[in-house]
C-alpha cells in the first residue's frame, strides 16, 4: 500500500528511511547533512532522481532553510556549511566518469538494442534466420558481464566503517559498488510488509541500511530463504560484506552475513550476473547455430 500511494504522500518513503533513522541516532546535526552532499552535487542524484515520486532530501532540506532564513527563523542545518563544501568536492571525480558509467548502467540494455541492429544488418545481407535471435542475444550477455565487472570489483580488502560513513560519502555510485564491512543488528526484513521477502534491514550506531540478498538457486531460493531464515536471523548480533550503492535509497548487495551464534549466510550477486550473462551468450550461438539457413 504505501508503495503503490508513494507519489501522493508528502515524502518518498524509500529516501525518508535511511536518512530518517540516522538523523534519529546521530548527535550532531552537521555530521547528517553530509548526507546531503550527495543529493546536492553528484550528478547520479539527479539520474535517480527521475525514478523518484519527489525531489531528493538534500533539495528538500535546503529549499526549507531559504525559507526559514526568508522569514528569520532559526534552522537545524547550516545548509550554507554544506553547500560550502559541495563546491570543493573534486569535479573530476564527480563528472569525469559519469556519462560513461551511464552507459555501463544500461549495458544490458544497450548490448541488446546494438545486437538487434546487428543483426538486421547480416540478416539483409545473409538471410540468415539464426542471427536475426542469436546476436541480440549476444549483444544482451556481453552488456550483463561487463555490468557485472563494474558493479561487483574485489571486495577481498572490503574495510570496516559505519553507515553514516558511508553514506556521507558524496562521490558514492549505484553503479561502482563499494566493497565495505559492517557490524550491527538485523532489525527486519527490506519489506517489512512481505512476510517473504528474503532482503534484511541492518541497524549499527549510526543508521540502517538495506541488506540485498541473492540466493544461489534464483528467485525459488529467495523466497526459501526468507520463508525459512530469515525469521530467526532478526535481532541478531551480525557482520556483514557487502558492497555499498547509493541511490534514492542507499543499500548494500550481501556477500556475507555471519551472526555472534556462528551461522553463515552465503549471497551470490556476481554468480548470478556471469551465470545470466554466459547464458545469453551460449543461447544467441546455439540459435546462430541451428536456426541458419
Do not use: C
Not at 166 to 189: N, T, V
Not at 248 to 266: F, R
Amino acid at each position: 500500500m504505501v508503495e503503490g500511494t508513494r507519489a501522493l504522500g508528502i515524502y518518498d518513503h524509500k529516501a525518508a528511511a535511511s536518512t530518517g533513522t540516522a538523523y534519529r541516532i546521530a548527535s550532531d546535526p552537521q555530521k547528517i547533512g553530509r548526507v546531503f552532499l550527495w543529493d546536492m552535487f553528484n550528478p547520479w542524484g539527479w539520474w535517480m532522481e527521475l525514478n523518484s515520486t519527489h525531489p531528493l532530501t538534500g533539495k528538500r532540506v535546503r529549499a526549507l532553510s531559504n525559507y526559514a532564513e526568508q522569514l528569520g527563523l532559526p534552522t537545524e542545518f547550516d545548509m550554507g556549511r554544506v553547500i560550502g563544501e559541495g563546491k570543493t568536492l573534486n569535479k573530476s571525480r564527480l563528472y569525469g566518469n559519469f556519462f560513461l558509467d551511464v552507459v555501463l548502467y544500461g549495458a544490458e540494455t544497450i548490448g541488446f538494442l546494438v545486437g538487434l541492429v546487428m543483426s538486421v544488418i547480416l540478416w539483409s545481407n545473409s538471410q540468415n534466420t539464426g542471427l536475426v535471435f542469436g546476436v541480440p542475444l549476444i549483444g544482451l550477455g556481453i552488456g550483463i558481464i561487463v555490468k557485472a565487472l563494474v558493479m561487483f570489483p574485489d571486495y577481498k580488502q572490503a574495510p570496516e566503517t559505519d553507515i553514516l560513513t558511508l553514506m556521507s560519502d558524496p562521490y558514492a555510485s549505484p553503479l561502482r559498488g563499494q566493497p565495505a564491512k559492517l557490524e550491527g543488528q538485523l532489525i527486519g526484513r527490506g519489506d517489512a510488509g512481505y512476510k517473504f521477502g528474503s532482503d534484511l534491514k541492518i541497524q549499527d550506531r549510526s543508521g540502517m541500511l538495506y541488506l540485498h540478498y541473492a540466493s544461489r538457486f534464483g528467485p525459488i531460493g529467495n523466497f526459501l530463504f526468507g520463508m525459512k531464515r530469515v525469521q530467526s536471523l532478526i535481532g541478531e548480533q551480525v557482520g556483514a560484506v557487502g558492497w555499498f550503492r547509493r541511490g534514492v535509497a542507499p543499500w548494500m548487495d550481501l556477500i556475507q552475513l555471519q551472526s555472534e551464534n556462528g551461522t553463515i549466510v552465503n549471497s551470490y550477486h556476481r554468480f548470478w550476473s556471469f551465470i545470466l550473462g554466459s547464458g545469453s551468450i551460449i543461447l544467441g550461438v546455439v540459435l546462430i547455430m541451428f536456426l541458419s539457413s
